[in-house]
């Protein structure tokens, strides 16, 4: 009987044991995209000691690449700049605020670091410094099904226009403001395209993959298949920074060892 009562024991330990690091795991994984990440605990770093909190400012309304889940910034950019952090031994700790108050945080120190599907331009270049791409994007063009005034990039010319505010989205179509383009101005994507569905606009120019998504989300709309700009996403920082070297030189690892392309393909399935 004693036997007995030992070796259920040992089971029930051994049972219970690998439960717990199935639920270990689960939690990792789900987790591993965590923003706020006082709770770091620097389980992919090479470096453990903290170097204090890194303030990543982003707008999380831009998914796949930054968007709330649960509580948490979830995305590309929040876990390609966690995987960063732990590689530089820093704590990362996201600031959610509006796309267009991104680089003022960022080059007034606020924020020592922005990132947010944020495309490099000259124009911003002026303010900000950038490290290297992580990745390419293209501007997508949303319209209702059966819209025919808007069949390409040029039909936006004359057309009412949704835009995100200070996204290369607006800076396009702006351009086209002399060509009798109205452009109206929203500070999230999304609101841009319920005003589509409710035709308040022709179109809506915005990025690529979060321009799937809000065709996913919203019945009744599609992308045209003509592709419009092409684009370099980087992470910006405060001009001068030492921050960027460190940033480029963990980048580049990153990409090197699959950790970006695992990342990205996690949230972009090849389609
Ligand atoms: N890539 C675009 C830009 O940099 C849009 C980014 C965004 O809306 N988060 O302006």
Do not use: W
């Amino acid at each position: 009987m004693k036997k007995f009562l030992a070796l259920f024991l040992a089971a029930v330990l051994v049972c219970s044991t690998a439960v717990m690091f199935a639920g270990c795991g689960g939690k990792t994984e789900s987790s591993s995209a965590a923003s706020d990440s006082k709770t770091s605990d620097s389980k992919s770093s090479e470096s453990t000691a903290t170097k204090g909190e890194l303030h990543m400012a982003t707008n999380a309304a831009f998914e796949p690449y930054e968007y709330q889940e649960g509580g948490k910034v979830v995305g590309i950019d929040a876990e390609l700049a966690q995987a960063l952090c732990d590689k530089l031994g820093y704590t990362l700790v996201i600031d959610d605020m509006e796309f267009d108050a991104i680089i003022t945080a960022v080059s007034s120190g606020k924020a020592d670091f922005g990132m947010a599907g944020m495309t490099v331009t000259d124009e911003r270049k002026k303010s900000v410094d950038f490290t290297d791409s992580y990745t390419t994007a293209i501007q997508a063009i949303i319209v209702n099904d059966g819209e025919t005034k808007v069949a390409k990039a040029d039909d936006l010319k004359g057309a009412t226009v949704g835009v995100q505010l200070g996204t290369t989205g607006d800076i396009y179509v702006s351009d086209m403001e002399k060509d009798g383009t109205k452009v109206e101005r929203f500070s999230k994507g999304a609101d841009a395209v319920l005003a589509l569905t409710q035709k308040k606009v022709d179109a809506v120019v915005i990025d690529n993959e979060p321009a799937k998504k809000f065709v996913e989300q919203n019945k009744g709309t599609k992308i045209l298949d003509e592709p419009f700009e092409n684009e370099d996403y980087a992470i910006c920082l405060k001009k001068g920074s030492e921050l960027t070297e460190q940033f480029n030189k963990a980048l580049a690892e990153l990409k090197a060892d699959g950790t970006v392309k695992k990342i990205i393909d996690k949230y972009i399935k090849a389609s």
